[in-house]
């Protein structure tokens, strides 16, 4: 056999992989060949479908035409494309979170056979933040009102967002200057698809800047509701230890993976895989018990609040069927491979698409309906119980590779870790930051992407940050990674963080890598991130923090989202592989330069995790001279650059 | 001595109006090629690499167009310095930059159209059968970036015998179809 390239640095993977290619089976990686060589005009960006005149192509010899039919240049081709990117990402946390609130919805009114709320602190948190009055109300009225006034968020006509109080004077002093206050959640995304159509919004910095206001309707709306309501409806996540990787799997019980992205579904077949009922199902097919595992976001979500082990991030969802032992393959929305119903063929595997929004050919759909969710999960679980009894123990190859983690972090929890149960505060957060003995704060964050070595981007990345004293959070596939990779736990301070960062940690008793969640959840990074400018000392705008943030492997519409309301938000952002940008010199200049202007924040666009940990790393130090805090305490690999080469660095 | 270029195999890029969906894949796979980055953004922005094969439309049909490599080549007559010539009988017509004047006789000879200047107008460029990638065994960087298999390197006597075989396929078809009237 040819000697191919290493697809992956996760043994377990490495491991599957191997196997596909003994069996011939075709995976990802495979169909990434066979796209090869991708087209051009793509990924610069500069092919525009948006009206029947076309489709048109911008030379980018820059001999041929400079201009589709109606004139529209490469500025505006490439702008426009990259808002329907944002409007993408936009609507899919958004709808997530619009189902959270109707989930919550039913709870509050009784009509749900599953749904309670379970986190009631955040509740009347949320509640007095809104002015909802509690007195003299249950639980129960409050959420009502509260989902009510939520679901308005969605199709709010007038004023902006209720969340855009959230953030710094500041932060809503740019948007407000650069038109870029959210003020619906789906009427940004209309207007963003409005705009983009033939012959309206022509201009790029404009268009940029509604990409802005698109993506800031999804950070401090729609995932920031999903991220609330989860935690009113689901409860709010606590640190706790579990495991991660095709590991988890057993060979002796019945296995139910969820795949997919929303918590409705899994976190109510969490609870009726422990129905004594359904146990006694399975045991009576021979099987020990009902295993349940998680694979990308709708994994993070019942990991961090039930301690339900993840088998695998994004690039695994396939491999994770090749074990063999998956009974059922559960699947909702996002994320989610059509090919994962090809892999039913070889193995008995059976793949449950739930979603009245998502159909897959060759799967088994079971429509979920908030109404019946526990009736719908228990009647899931009995298809994996049958199907058990199909799986063929000589096509089982589950690898023995897993790892510990730590997960279960939010916004509200560092107050507590932080400053104790009597004097919940960020003030110790602030001070690690002022005293130099932390560096400062990351978020890495994103997906898997088939052209980078799978999950190598995220461990280099993450270690280069935290030696370097760098608080690192995360969310997504990128958390699972490095979860795998070993870095979510206690003793990854002594072995990978630097200094200051191992001081914290084990004083405080944390991992040097902080799991906050699922994608919708790097909301979290914002509030923490308020959390942090409220507490002090260390910039009154987001701005002005010594952060950063990266996706060194994203592919996903949404994690250009993602990117674009942190940037909108004052935080840098750089990310592997480049937006589909580049045909356009103005357009990479808008977001690389002129944005800062905007928003005081950047796009940089670095394939080299290292060399981007580095882009990062160097921007906290600018900002921590900027808020003449002292360099750092102890020794860092990466010292921090001379003022004279900050300055010629730009 | 017609007889000894018949047994001398000699591949030449075909392309097949009627299956290339103007994509222009090609071009930026050429340009990429022929240029010292590996990364289209710096290939095209930074070195500004050009494409040696082109797209034309006509007749509603798109024709990629690359050198034919002619037998008796004209650019080769018309080059005064000999910076184009041909490596063996059946060899790639290739540009020699650095005998290269720039003085265009090539251009205005070449029947094609398909040689050009460099962006700073001081050489030729053309189509080189990408010798370089045959070498290591690989297709040409069009050939191979072609998604829908519109371009091929043949061997132009198998290619001459397939065009045989499909024109008296047609004219059986049209004969028994007669036959049967």
Redesign the interface.
């Known amino acids: 056999m040819v000697e191919r390239k290493l697809r992956s640095v996760d043994p377990a993977t490495i491991q599957m992989i191997e196997l596909a290619d003994r069996a011939e089976v075709r995976t990802a990686w495979d169909r990434l060949d066979a796209q090869q060589?991708q087209?051009?005009?793509g990924?610069?960006g500069i092919c525009c479908r948006n009206c029947f005149m076309g489709p048109c192509?911008i030379d980018?010899?820059g001999?041929g035409a400079q201009e589709g039919v109606c004139g529209a240049t490469a500025d505006v081709i490439v702008a426009r494309n990259l808002l329907k990117d944002v409007a993408a990402g936009t609507a899919a946390h958004s709808d997530h979170g619009r189902e959270i609130v109707r989930a919550l919805l039913l709870a509050a009114k009784g009509k749900s056979d599953a749904y309670k709320i379970r986190g009631p602190v955040k509740l009347r948190a949320l509640a007095d933040e809104y002015g909802i009055s509690r007195d003299g109300r249950s639980d129960e009225q409050i959420a009502e009102e509260l989902a009510q006034l939520l679901l308005g968020e969605f199709g709010k006509q007038e004023g902006m967002l209720a969340n855009v109080a959230r953030a710094p004077e500041q932060q809503q002093k740019n948007w407000a200057a650069a038109d870029a206050v959210p003020r619906g959640i789906d009427r940004e995304v209309v207007t963003a698809m409005h705009l983009t159509n033939m012959g309206v919004d022509n201009e790029a910095e404009h268009i940029l800047l509604a990409s802005a206001r698109t993506a800031l309707a999804d950070g401090w709306g729609g995932s920031m509701i999903a991220t609330d309501v989860s935690d009113v409806l689901f409860g709010q996540p606590h640190p706790l230890r579990s495991r991660v990787n095709l590991g988890v799997l057993k060979e002796d019980e019945v296995n139910i993976l969820v795949h997919g992205h929303e918590p409705t579904l899994s976190d109510v077949i969490v609870a009726a895989a422990r129905d004594p009922e359904l146990l006694a199902e399975a045991q009576a097919r021979g099987a020990k018990g009902i295993n349940l595992a998680g694979i990308c976001c709708t994994a993070n979500e019942i990991l961090m609040r039930h301690g339900i082990p993840i088998a695998g991030n994004f690039l695994q969802q396939e491999l994770a069927v090749m074990t063999g032992a998956v009974d059922v393959m559960l699947v909702d929305v996002q994320c989610v491979f059509p090919a994962v119903t090809e892999f039913q063929k070889c193995f008995h595997t059976k793949v449950i698409s739930t979603s009245p929004k998502a159909k897959f050919v060759g799967a088994t759909h079971i429509e979920f309906h908030e109404e019946h969710a526990m009736e719908t999960a228990k009647q899931i679980i009995r298809v994996a119980i049958e199907n058990y009894s199909r799986r063929d123990p000589s096509k089982v190859n589950i690898p023995a590779v897993e790892q510990k983690l730590v997960a279960g972090f939010t916004t509200e929890v560092v107050h507590q870790i932080l400053g104790g149960r009597y004097r919940p505060s960020y003030r110790p957060l602030n001070d690690g930051i002022q005293t130099g003995r932390l560096r400062g704060v990351a978020g890495v964050v994103g997906c898997n992407n088939p052209k980078f070595l799978h999950d190598q981007s995220h461990l280099a990345m993450v270690k280069e940050l935290i030696r370097n004293d760098v608080l690192v959070v995360q969310t997504g596939c990128s958390a699972i990674a490095c979860a795998k990779g070993g870095l979510l736990t206690p003793e990854a301070a002594k072995e990978h963080a630097g200094r200051g960062l191992w001081e914290i940690c084990r004083a405080v008793g944390i991992p040097p890598v902080l799991h906050v969640g699922s994608c919708v959840d790097n909301s979290r990074i914002l509030t923490a991130c308020a959390e942090m400018v409220a507490e002090g000392g260390i910039g009154d705008s987001f701005d002005k923090l010594p952060v950063a943030g990266a996706a060194p492997e994203w592919m996903s519409e949404k994690a250009i989202a993602i990117g674009m309301y942190f940037v909108a938000s004052g935080v840098f952002v750089v990310i592997g592989q480049?937006l589909p940008v580049?045909g356009s010199?103005q357009v990479v200049d808008l977001l690389t330069r002129t944005f800062e202007k905007h928003f005081g924040a950047t796009w940089a666009f670095q394939p080299d995790p290292v060399k981007a940990a580095h882009l990062m790393i160097d921007h906290i130090d600018r900002k921590r001279a900027d808020l003449g805090l002292p360099p750092p305490m102890y020794e860092v690999p990466y010292a921090p650059k001379t003022v004279e080469a900050v300055a010629a660095a730009g | 001595m017609n007889h000894l270029r018949e047994e001398t195999t000699v591949k030449r890029i075909v392309a097949d109006p009627g299956k290339c969906l103007a994509c222009r894949a090609c071009e930026l796979a050429c340009a990429l090629a022929h240029a010292d980055s590996d990364d289209l953004v710096q290939a095209i922005f930074a070195e500004g690499a050009k494409p040696r094969i082109y797209i034309e439309s006509a007749g509603g049909l798109t024709v990629p167009l690359q050198c034919r490599h002619c037998e008796d080549a004209p650019c080769v007559r018309v080059c005064p310095t000999g910076a184009l010539s041909r490596p063996g009988e059946t060899g790639p017509v290739l540009a020699h930059q650095e005998k290269c004047i720039g003085c265009e006789f090539c251009v205005q000879a070449c029947p094609f159209g398909v040689i050009r200047l460099t962006p700073d107008g001081k050489v030729v460029i053309k189509c080189d059968l990408c010798i370089r990638r045959q070498a290591e065994g690989l297709e040409p960087a069009c050939v191979a970036a072609c998604p829908v298999g519109a371009l091929a390197l043949e061997d132009v006597a198998e290619g001459a015998k397939k065009a045989r075989v499909k024109a008296a396929a047609d004219v059986a078809a049209a004969s028994l179809a007669q036959s049967l009237e």
Request: charged share 40%.
């Open positions: 060589p087209c051009g005009f990924r610069l192509r980018p010899f001999e480049p580049e010199r």
